[in-house]
């Protein structure tokens, strides 16, 4: 099934530690982003990706750090995490920059 | 700076027709969009507004008007596997989503 996957589907994280979610899309979509959201705050923009080997800083882009080595995946680090970092992070993906999002399934992260 | 405004909760009855609000303050406009989204799933793709007036899209309605900064998603026939949020999002100058923090739609029996 085309689309979006996301992994690990759920994690639980020692401060302090670092960790990479992972991201693959199969639908050649130039653009791609990373989100958290948070209860009552809606998704925030973390980085994105308009092209394969470009990236941009979004809303909330301290403490993340992304790489677009080729269009299909866009892994995102937490090299130091903290428990603020808590949260169910979303990656999704567009066609062209403006184009309708098609989201992966999510990652739960606990910090602890 | 920018905001969008949408009310936090709704609740409506199974078979009924609810109307969700939406109004924006961002920095330019390249479209709106309203998402579905269930507990512990991911957003879905609803609808696309860019020009002034009413889309349909069987049993959900999606309006836009661009001079009032505002918008709203209508849902008719309610079932209960409507109750989810809906999220309203707006393309910015930037062409960056700026994201609502979603309605939870409440449908009772």
């Known amino acids: 099934t085309a689309g979006i996957t996301q992994a690990p589907t759920s994690q639980i994280l020692a401060a302090g530690r670092s960790m990479t979610l992972r991201c693959t899309q199969d639908?050649?979509?130039?653009?791609m982003y990373w989100y958290r959201q948070d209860l009552g705050l809606g998704l925030r923009l973390i980085h994105y990706s308009n092209t394969a080997g470009t990236t941009g800083k979004g809303e909330v882009p301290d403490g993340y750090s992304v790489s677009r080595a080729n269009t299909d995946d866009f892994p995102l680090t937490l090299a130091s995490a903290v428990p603020s970092q808590t949260s169910v992070y979303f990656c999704?993906?567009?066609?062209?920059?403006?184009?309708?999002?098609?989201f992966g399934s999510g990652t739960r992260l606990t910090v602890v | 700076g920018q905001n969008i405004d949408q009310p936090t909760e709704m609740t409506a009855t199974e078979g009924a027709i609810v109307q969700i609000n939406c109004t924006y303050q961002t920095s330019g406009f390249n479209g709106l969009f309203w998402y579905q989204q269930h507990a512990g799933e991911a957003p879905t793709f609803l609808s696309y507004n860019v020009l002034d007036g009413l889309e349909e899209k069987g049993r959900f309605s999606s309006f836009l008007s661009r001079s009032k900064g505002y918008s709203y998603l209508l849902l008719k026939e309610l079932q209960m596997k409507d109750s989810a949020s809906y999220l309203c999002?707006?393309?910015?100058?930037?062409?960056?989503?700026?994201w609502g923090a979603g309605t939870k739609l409440i449908i009772k029996p």
């Open positions: 999704a993906s567009s066609e062209t920059t403006g184009g309708g999002y098609t």
């Open positions: 639908m050649r979509h130039n653009a």
């Open positions: 999002a707006v393309l910015d100058s930037n062409y960056q989503l700026i």
